[in-house]
């Protein structure tokens, strides 16, 4: 499936950003989603792959699809 089609509301390519300010932005921008609404995040950080799903499980969103540099997570529904 090719990821842009993949629905969501809101998207951010944070390209070459490094993980810990990538994540502390992305905080902010799911923060300004409804719960349940999806986010895209590309990101060409290497350390991505291993990020993202851990700091997803950390904050209890979901991480609905990674497929690197794209990544689709479900804003927590509190």
Same mark, same amino acid.
Request: proline share 6%; aromatic share 6%; charged share 25%.
């Given at each position: 499936? &090719? !990821? &842009?089609?993949?629905? /969501? /509301?809101?998207?951010?390519? =944070?390209?070459?950003?490094?993980?810990? +300010?990538?994540?502390?932005? %992305?905080?902010? @921008?799911?923060? @300004?989603?409804? %719960?349940? *609404?999806?986010? *895209? %995040? !590309?990101? @060409?950080?290497?350390?991505? +792959? !291993?990020?993202?799903? =851990?700091?997803?499980?950390?904050?209890?969103?979901? %991480?609905? @699809?990674? =497929? /690197? +540099?794209?990544?689709?997570?479900?804003?927590?529904?509190?």
């Amino acid at each position: 499936m &090719d !990821v &842009d089609l993949i629905p /969501h /509301h809101d998207a951010w390519d =944070a390209g070459d950003l490094a993980c810990g +300010p990538m994540l502390l932005a %992305l905080k902010g @921008r799911l923060e @300004r989603l409804a %719960l349940g *609404q999806v986010f *895209q %995040l !590309v990101t @060409r950080d290497e350390g991505a +792959p !291993v990020d993202v799903p =851990a700091w997803c499980r950390l904050t209890g969103h979901r %991480l609905l @699809r990674a =497929a /690197h +540099p794209y990544y689709h997570l479900e804003r927590r529904k509190d």
